[in-house]
T-cell receptor
Framework: GQNIDQPTEMTATEGAIVQINCTYQ??????LFWYQQHAGEAPTFLSY????GLEEKGRFSSFLSRSKGYSYLLLKELQMKDSASYLC?????????FGAGTTVTVRA | DVKVTQSSRYLVKRTGEKVFLECVQD?????MFWYRQDPGLGLRLIYF???????EKGDIPEGYSVSREKKERFSLILESASTNQTSMYLC???????????FGQGTRLTVV
C-alpha cells in the first residue's frame, strides 16, 4: 500500500522561504510529483523527481532522497499568489497516489 | 493546449440513483484516473486505467465502477448513490507512467 505524509498547514511571510516536507512508504516507486492547488481549482503540476537530488524551476525547487523515502518542495521569494495547497504524489507503476496536502498561507 | 473535460461542475442526485460522471481528454493519453477529494483527506484514488478497456482498483473503489470503452473517455459510475459519496470528484490523465497528470476542473456531487 501507500503511505504519504506531509504537514497539514504552514504559514510564512511574503518574500520568505518555505520548505514543505513529504515522506512516503510505497510498495513501488516510479517518481514523485508536486502539485499546486488553489482553492476551488484543479491541481496543476509543479515538479517531478525520479532520481535523487535537487530539481530547480525558477522560485520552486524539489528534492528527492529515495533511500530515505523523503522529498521536499522549496518555495523561495514567497508571493501572495503562492497561498495554496501543495500536494505530494508518488507514482507506483501506473498508480498515482497523493498525500493529504499542505495548505500554505502567505502573510503580508 | 492540454484539455481534460468533466461533463458537469455541479451535480445534485438523490440517494439510490445511478450516477454517471464523464471525463474526456484530447491528448491521446494512455492513463486516466478518478479521485475524490474531501477536506482533510486529500485526493484519494478510486479507479485508474492504463489502457482502453483496462481498469484497476485504487484505494477506495467500494461503491464505484468505471468504464473505458474508448481511449479518450473514462466514466465513473455510482451504482446506487449514497450521502457519503457527496464529494468533489476529479478526473486526470497522463501520457505514460513517468509523466505528469493533467486534471479536469472537477465535479462537485451532492447526494441528498
Amino acid at each position: 500500500g501507500q503511505n504519504i505524509d506531509q504537514p497539514t498547514e504552514m504559514t510564512a511571510t511574503e518574500g520568505a522561504i518555505v520548505q514543505i516536507n513529504c515522506t512516503y512508504q510505497t510498495s513501488g516507486f516510479n517518481g514523485l510529483f508536486w502539485y499546486q492547488q488553489h482553492a476551488g481549482e484543479a491541481p496543476t503540476f509543479l515538479s517531478y523527481n525520479v532520481l535523487d537530488g535537487l530539481e530547480e524551476k525558477g522560485r520552486f525547487s524539489s528534492f528527492l532522497s529515495r533511500s530515505k523515502g523523503y522529498s521536499y518542495l522549496l518555495l523561495k521569494e514567497l508571493q501572495m499568489k503562492d497561498s495554496a495547497s501543495y500536494l505530494c504524489a508518488v507514482k507506483d507503476d501506473y498508480k498515482l497516489s497523493f498525500g493529504a496536502g499542505t495548505t500554505v498561507t502567505v502573510r503580508a | 493546449d492540454v484539455k481534460v473535460t468533466q461533463s458537469s461542475r455541479y451535480l445534485v442526485k438523490r440517494t439510490g440513483e445511478k450516477v454517471f460522471l464523464e471525463c474526456v481528454q484530447d491528448m491521446d493519453h494512455e492513463n486516466m484516473f478518478w479521485y475524490r477529494q474531501d477536506p482533510g483527506l486529500g485526493l484519494r484514488l478510486i479507479y485508474f486505467s492504463y489502457d482502453v478497456k483496462m481498469k484497476e482498483k485504487g484505494d477506495i473503489p467500494e461503491g464505484y465502477s468505471v468504464s473505458r470503452e474508448k481511449k479518450e473517455r473514462f466514466s465513473l459510475i455510482l451504482e446506487s448513490a449514497s450521502t457519503n459519496q457527496t464529494s468533489m470528484y476529479l478526473c486526470a490523465s497522463s501520457l505514460g507512467p513517468n509523466t505528469e497528470a493533467f486534471f479536469g476542473q472537477g465535479t462537485r456531487l451532492t447526494v441528498v
